[in-house]
């Protein structure tokens, strides 16, 4: 079973192997903000919430996930292994 720290620390080494930047999110007086602020060459940008696996986001985090959605953000929920690591960033790499 993978902890949220070794999940984290895994994206933030693989972000970094593609020239990028994974870095940690916080907002001092709003909760519930994703773990990760990413950002890839070529001007990808998005926000990763990290979990022990099998976790899911509490309900302040899923709201603010929706908000940050609704004003056009891409924000990845639930990351809660490596795989799931490899596929958000495959997705990042992808999107438009």
Do not use: N, W
């Not at 079973?1 to 620390?9: G, H």
């Not at 192997?17 to 890839?40: N, Q």
């Amino acid at each position: 079973m993978e902890s949220e720290k070794v999940t984290e620390a895994y994206l933030r080494d693989e972000i970094k192997k593609l020239g990028g930047k994974a870095y940690k999110f916080v907002s001092p007086g709003e909760t519930g903000v994703p773990d990760r602020l990413c950002i890839l060459p070529g001007g990808k940008v998005f926000f990763v919430e990290t979990k022990s696996e099998g976790k899911k986001s509490t309900p302040k985090q899923r709201q603010q996930q929706k908000r940050m959605r609704d004003l056009g953000c891409r924000v990845y929920s639930d990351v809660d292994t490596k795989a799931k690591v490899r596929e958000v960033i495959r997705d990042a790499i992808h999107a438009t």
